[in-house]
Protein backbone atom coordinates (compact mmCIF):
# COMPACT_ATOMS: atom_id res chain seq x y z
CA UNK A 1 0.00 0.00 0.00
CA UNK A 2 1.18 2.92 -1.21
CA UNK A 3 1.54 6.41 1.51
CA UNK A 4 1.20 9.67 0.45
CA UNK A 5 2.85 12.31 2.75
CA UNK A 6 1.14 15.73 2.57
CA UNK A 7 3.70 18.80 2.47
CA UNK A 8 3.43 20.86 5.72
CA UNK A 9 3.53 24.25 4.17
CA UNK A 10 6.45 26.24 5.21
CA UNK A 11 5.93 29.73 6.65
CA UNK A 12 8.05 32.25 5.10
CA UNK A 13 9.34 35.44 7.69
CA UNK A 14 8.79 38.84 5.39
CA UNK A 15 11.55 41.27 6.08
CA UNK A 16 10.42 44.63 7.68
CA UNK A 17 8.35 46.24 6.64
CA UNK A 18 6.15 43.22 6.49
CA UNK A 19 3.50 42.83 4.32
CA UNK A 20 -0.03 42.80 5.97
CA UNK A 21 -3.34 41.95 4.73
CA UNK A 22 -5.91 44.32 6.78
CA UNK A 23 -9.29 45.63 6.66
CA UNK A 24 -10.52 46.72 3.42
CA UNK A 25 -9.73 50.23 3.69
CA UNK A 26 -6.92 50.00 5.92
CA UNK A 27 -3.71 51.60 3.96
CA UNK A 28 0.26 50.75 5.03
CA UNK A 29 2.31 53.54 5.35
CA UNK A 30 5.48 51.21 3.98
CA UNK A 31 6.09 49.67 0.50
CA UNK A 32 6.49 46.00 0.32
CA UNK A 33 7.89 44.16 -2.73
CA UNK A 34 6.84 40.56 -3.18
CA UNK A 35 7.86 38.41 -5.63
CA UNK A 36 6.15 34.91 -6.25
CA UNK A 37 5.34 32.60 -8.82
CA UNK A 38 1.96 31.78 -7.68
CA UNK A 39 -0.99 33.52 -6.91
CA UNK A 40 -1.27 36.05 -4.65
CA UNK A 41 -5.15 37.42 -3.96
CA UNK A 42 -5.98 40.21 -1.70
CA UNK A 43 -9.91 40.61 -1.02
CA UNK A 44 -12.11 43.05 0.84
CA UNK A 45 -15.94 41.54 1.20
CA UNK A 46 -16.62 41.28 -1.86
CA UNK A 47 -14.07 40.11 -4.47
CA UNK A 48 -13.15 42.47 -7.19
CA UNK A 49 -14.23 41.43 -10.52
CA UNK A 50 -10.73 41.84 -12.48
CA UNK A 51 -9.37 38.53 -10.40
CA UNK A 52 -10.91 35.35 -10.72
CA UNK A 53 -12.10 33.11 -7.93
CA UNK A 54 -8.95 31.07 -8.97
CA UNK A 55 -5.94 31.34 -10.93
CA UNK A 56 -3.75 29.22 -12.60
CA UNK A 57 -0.62 27.59 -10.71
CA UNK A 58 2.50 29.05 -11.19
CA UNK A 59 0.69 32.63 -12.30
CA UNK A 60 0.65 35.86 -10.74
CA UNK A 61 -1.69 38.18 -10.93
CA UNK A 62 -2.05 41.97 -9.94
CA UNK A 63 -5.24 43.58 -9.17
CA UNK A 64 -5.91 47.00 -7.65
CA UNK A 65 -7.69 47.75 -4.52
CA UNK A 66 -11.31 48.47 -5.67
CA UNK A 67 -11.50 51.41 -2.83
CA UNK A 68 -7.97 53.11 -3.95
CA UNK A 69 -8.29 56.67 -4.66
CA UNK A 70 -5.28 59.02 -5.85
CA UNK A 71 -5.52 62.75 -4.68
CA UNK A 72 -5.88 65.09 -6.79
CA UNK A 73 -4.06 68.66 -6.97
CA UNK A 74 -5.51 70.90 -4.70
CA UNK A 75 -7.70 73.89 -6.13
CA UNK A 76 -8.36 77.63 -4.99
CA UNK A 77 -11.34 80.15 -6.02
CA UNK A 78 -14.47 79.29 -7.77
CA UNK A 79 -14.42 76.47 -10.08
CA UNK A 80 -16.59 76.84 -13.35
CA UNK A 81 -17.71 74.44 -15.88
CA UNK A 82 -15.49 74.46 -19.04
CA UNK A 83 -13.28 76.81 -17.36
CA UNK A 84 -9.68 76.50 -18.92
CA UNK A 85 -7.66 75.52 -15.86
CA UNK A 86 -4.41 77.88 -14.80
CA UNK A 87 -1.43 77.08 -12.20
CA UNK A 88 -0.61 79.60 -9.48
CA UNK A 89 2.16 81.20 -10.15
CA UNK A 90 4.62 80.70 -7.32
CA UNK A 91 4.78 76.76 -6.29
CA UNK A 92 2.97 75.96 -9.31
CA UNK A 93 1.41 72.89 -7.45
CA UNK A 94 -2.34 74.16 -7.25
CA UNK A 95 -4.73 74.91 -10.00
CA UNK A 96 -6.02 78.14 -9.73
CA UNK A 97 -9.84 79.47 -9.92
CA UNK A 98 -10.99 82.55 -10.98
CA UNK A 99 -12.40 85.42 -8.81
CA UNK A 100 -14.73 86.88 -11.97
CA UNK A 101 -15.80 85.04 -15.19
CA UNK A 102 -13.65 82.60 -16.84
CA UNK A 103 -12.50 81.80 -20.53
CA UNK A 104 -14.01 78.83 -21.38
CA UNK A 105 -13.14 75.99 -23.73
CA UNK A 106 -16.09 73.67 -25.16
CA UNK A 107 -16.30 70.17 -26.06
CA UNK A 108 -16.25 71.29 -29.64
CA UNK A 109 -13.09 73.39 -28.75
CA UNK A 110 -14.50 77.23 -29.02
CA UNK A 111 -12.85 79.15 -26.91
CA UNK A 112 -15.00 81.96 -25.35
CA UNK A 113 -13.33 84.91 -23.69
CA UNK A 114 -15.95 85.97 -20.66
CA UNK A 115 -13.51 88.28 -19.72
CA UNK A 116 -10.35 89.52 -19.88
CA UNK A 117 -8.37 89.33 -23.37
CA UNK A 118 -5.94 87.27 -26.10
CA UNK A 119 -2.84 89.44 -25.48
CA UNK A 120 0.24 88.79 -28.48
CA UNK A 121 3.95 89.27 -27.78
CA UNK A 122 5.12 92.78 -28.05
CA UNK A 123 7.59 91.25 -30.80
CA UNK A 124 5.04 89.79 -33.18
CA UNK A 125 5.71 86.01 -34.16
CA UNK A 126 5.06 85.65 -37.92
CA UNK A 127 3.45 82.34 -38.58
CA UNK A 128 3.66 80.92 -42.26
CA UNK A 129 0.07 79.11 -41.48
CA UNK A 130 -2.81 80.74 -43.68
CA UNK A 131 -5.18 79.88 -40.71
CA UNK A 132 -3.15 81.52 -37.58
CA UNK A 133 -3.67 84.78 -36.41
CA UNK A 134 0.25 85.64 -34.89
CA UNK A 135 -0.83 89.63 -34.01
CA UNK A 136 -2.69 92.25 -32.98
CA UNK A 137 -1.64 95.61 -32.42
CA UNK A 138 -3.00 98.80 -31.32
CA UNK A 139 -1.15 101.73 -31.56
CA UNK A 140 -0.40 105.59 -32.43
CA UNK A 141 2.07 107.35 -35.18
CA UNK A 142 2.90 110.63 -35.74
CA UNK A 143 2.33 111.79 -39.81
CA UNK A 144 4.45 114.28 -41.33
CA UNK A 145 4.99 116.71 -44.31
CA UNK A 146 8.31 115.54 -46.15
CA UNK A 147 9.35 116.03 -49.65
CA UNK A 148 10.80 113.63 -52.27
CA UNK A 149 14.30 113.99 -49.42
CA UNK A 150 11.81 112.22 -46.70
CA UNK A 151 13.38 115.15 -44.74
CA UNK A 152 11.21 116.09 -41.55
CA UNK A 153 12.90 118.99 -40.16
CA UNK A 154 12.95 121.88 -43.44
CA UNK A 155 11.23 124.11 -41.06
CA UNK A 156 7.79 122.36 -41.13
CA UNK A 157 5.32 123.36 -38.34
CA UNK A 158 2.21 121.97 -37.39
CA UNK A 159 -1.46 122.69 -35.51
CA UNK A 160 -2.27 119.31 -35.26
CA UNK A 161 -0.81 115.68 -36.32
CA UNK A 162 -3.04 112.50 -35.43
CA UNK A 163 -2.68 109.24 -36.30
CA UNK A 164 -3.84 105.52 -35.19
CA UNK A 165 -3.67 101.94 -36.32
CA UNK A 166 -4.46 98.79 -35.70
CA UNK A 167 -2.79 96.10 -37.05
CA UNK A 168 -3.88 92.50 -37.53
CA UNK A 169 -2.05 89.99 -38.76
CA UNK A 170 -0.08 91.37 -41.32
CA UNK A 171 -2.72 94.17 -42.19
CA UNK A 172 -2.77 97.64 -41.35
CA UNK A 173 -5.30 99.80 -40.52
CA UNK A 174 -4.67 103.52 -40.25
CA UNK A 175 -6.48 107.03 -40.21
CA UNK A 176 -4.37 110.47 -40.08
CA UNK A 177 -4.89 113.89 -39.45
CA UNK A 178 -2.70 116.62 -40.31
CA UNK A 179 -2.70 120.33 -40.04
CA UNK A 180 0.38 121.75 -41.47
CA UNK A 181 1.09 125.60 -40.26
CA UNK A 182 3.91 125.97 -42.50
CA UNK A 183 5.58 123.63 -44.95
CA UNK A 184 8.91 125.39 -44.70
CA UNK A 185 11.70 125.08 -47.16
CA UNK A 186 10.09 121.29 -49.04
CA UNK A 187 10.16 121.08 -52.15
CA UNK A 188 9.18 118.83 -55.00
CA UNK A 189 6.69 115.60 -54.56
CA UNK A 190 4.67 115.58 -51.17
CA UNK A 191 4.88 112.81 -48.95
CA UNK A 192 3.43 112.10 -45.89
CA UNK A 193 6.02 109.85 -43.51
CA UNK A 194 6.02 107.87 -40.37
CA UNK A 195 3.43 104.97 -41.07
CA UNK A 196 3.69 102.64 -38.59
CA UNK A 197 5.15 99.65 -40.46
CA UNK A 198 7.07 99.05 -43.61
CA UNK A 199 4.57 97.76 -46.35
CA UNK A 200 5.31 94.59 -47.68
CA UNK A 201 8.11 94.26 -50.31
CA UNK A 202 6.01 92.36 -52.97
CA UNK A 203 5.86 93.21 -56.56
CA UNK A 204 3.09 95.59 -58.04
CA UNK A 205 1.40 95.17 -54.39
CA UNK A 206 0.87 98.66 -53.05
CA UNK A 207 -1.71 100.28 -51.69
CA UNK A 208 -4.20 103.25 -52.09
CA UNK A 209 -5.31 106.15 -49.51
CA UNK A 210 -8.48 107.64 -49.50
CA UNK A 211 -8.12 111.55 -48.96
CA UNK A 212 -11.56 111.74 -47.29
CA UNK A 213 -11.25 115.53 -46.97
CA UNK A 214 -8.77 118.64 -48.20
CA UNK A 215 -8.70 122.51 -46.59
CA UNK A 216 -6.90 125.19 -47.59
CA UNK A 217 -4.98 123.42 -50.96
CA UNK A 218 -3.66 125.58 -53.62
CA UNK A 219 -4.77 122.68 -56.04
CA UNK A 220 -4.74 126.02 -58.50
CA UNK A 221 -7.76 123.89 -60.29
CA UNK A 222 -11.24 123.89 -59.31
CA UNK A 223 -12.45 119.72 -59.00
CA UNK A 224 -8.90 117.84 -58.98
CA UNK A 225 -8.55 115.56 -56.14
CA UNK A 226 -6.04 114.29 -54.04
CA UNK A 227 -5.23 110.92 -53.47
CA UNK A 228 -2.33 108.42 -52.55
CA UNK A 229 -0.39 105.65 -52.70
CA UNK A 230 1.75 103.43 -50.22
CA UNK A 231 4.61 102.02 -52.28
CA UNK A 232 5.73 98.62 -51.89
CA UNK A 233 8.35 98.53 -49.10
CA UNK A 234 7.91 101.44 -47.32
CA UNK A 235 6.53 103.71 -44.69
CA UNK A 236 5.22 106.63 -46.53
CA UNK A 237 2.32 107.88 -48.43
CA UNK A 238 3.21 109.18 -51.91
CA UNK A 239 0.42 112.16 -52.12
CA UNK A 240 -1.28 111.71 -55.92
CA UNK A 241 -3.88 114.35 -57.66
CA UNK A 242 -6.49 113.24 -60.31
CA UNK A 243 -5.13 116.51 -62.57
CA UNK A 244 -4.78 114.63 -66.02
CA UNK A 245 -7.45 112.31 -68.15
CA UNK A 246 -4.71 110.17 -67.84
CA UNK A 247 -4.74 109.56 -64.62
CA UNK A 248 -2.48 110.80 -61.49
CA UNK A 249 0.49 112.97 -61.27
CA UNK A 250 2.68 113.74 -57.83
CA UNK A 251 1.07 116.19 -55.62
CA UNK A 252 3.61 118.89 -55.37
CA UNK A 253 4.34 120.04 -51.34
CA UNK A 254 3.55 124.07 -53.01
CA UNK A 255 0.42 122.57 -53.84
CA UNK A 256 -0.04 121.33 -50.20
CA UNK A 257 1.17 124.96 -49.16
CA UNK A 258 1.09 126.61 -45.74
CA UNK A 259 -2.12 126.05 -43.96
CA UNK A 260 -3.14 122.99 -45.52
CA UNK A 261 -5.22 119.99 -43.99
CA UNK A 262 -5.70 116.74 -45.26
CA UNK A 263 -7.54 113.96 -43.44
CA UNK A 264 -6.68 110.15 -44.89
CA UNK A 265 -6.92 106.29 -44.31
CA UNK A 266 -6.54 103.08 -45.57
CA UNK A 267 -5.23 100.10 -45.34
CA UNK A 268 -2.07 98.16 -45.99
CA UNK A 269 -0.20 94.85 -46.54
CA UNK A 270 2.90 94.21 -44.22
CA UNK A 271 5.69 91.33 -43.68
Known sequence: MAIHVTPIPRLTTL??????????????????????DSTLLAFDTTPPAAVAASAAVGSA???????????????????????????????GTSL???SSLSPTISNAGIISLTSGALKF?????????????DDWQ??????????????V???????????TYTKIGNRVLYQGYMDVD???????????VGLPFTSQNSSNNGAVVTVGKGVDLSLGTAGHNVTGEI?????????????????????????????????????????
Open 15 to 36: SVPAFTLGTANAAGTATTSVAS
Open 61 to 91: TTAPRRDHVHAGMSTTGSVVDEAITRFDGTS
Open 96 to 98: QGY
Open 121 to 133: PASEIISTDANTM
Open 138 to 151: EGTFTPQLSDTSSA
Open 153 to 163: SEGQSYSAQVG
Open 182 to 192: DIGSLSGGAFI
Open 231 to 271: PTNTAYISLQLWDVTGGTTDLTCAQYSNGGRLLFAGTYQTE
